[in-house]
């Protein structure tokens, strides 16, 4: 809203005018002041979320393993009981083979250190045939102590390690 009034100056005395300006005056100065505190606070708003969603995402790198291309697309880690927690891998699987294969979750280990995982079991655990050309995703679970921050996320059917993706556990 703007406030538009005709004032003439030359009609004016001195004391009158100088009162007329200090209101013009102060009049700007608020306007300024409110215009750069709204200002301010839309940058800070702003500047904030901004920071929130340029948050680095994790990429791991697919691998091939027994015709499988295989690929972690998101870890979340879950506080548990008892000094856990639940490690949560989202991977997707793409069967590059020509012909059906099986896959399943018992498939993975983790290991940290000298120790090595197994799934979760109290986690929904799958395991099925995948047709050729066909991808899936899936969640795979560890149950882990709370002091691993790192590890090795393995695809080992037959207990033989065929492809690794080394992770770090961040709750």
């Known amino acids: 809203m703007i406030l538009y009034t005709k004032i003439n100056f ?3 005395d001195v004391q009158t005018l100088k009162k007329t300006l200090k209101k013009i005056a102060t009049g700007c100065v608020i306007g300024v002041a ?3 505190l709204l200002v301010g606070c839309s940058n800070t ?3 904030s979320s901004k920071t929130e969603k340029t948050e680095a995402k994790v990429t791991y790198q697919k691998q091939d393993a027994n015709n499988f ?3 972690i697309e998101s870890l ?3 506080k548990s009981q008892k000094n856990m927690n639940k490690a949560i891998f989202t991977v997707s699987i793409k069967n590059n083979s020509p012909v059906t294969q ?3 979750a018992l498939d ?6 000298s120790k090595t995982y197994d799934i979760d079991p109290d986690a929904n655990a799958f395991g099925e045939p995948i047709k050729a050309g066909q991808t899936i995703k899936r969640d795979i679970t560890f149950a882990l102590a709370d002091t691993v921050e790192k590890g090795t996320l393995m695809y080992t059917p037959a207990k033989k390690s065929l492809a690794n993706w080394d992770v770090k556990i961040e709750e």
Request: proline share 0%.
């Open 45 to 47: 708003a702003d500047t």
């Open 102 to 104: 099986d896959i399943g």
């Open 76 to 78: 979340d880690v879950v």
């Open 10 to 12: 030359k009609e004016m």
């Open 34 to 36: 409110t215009v750069g």
């Open 69 to 71: 291309l295989i690929n």
């Open 108 to 113: 993975f280990q983790f290991k940290a250190g």
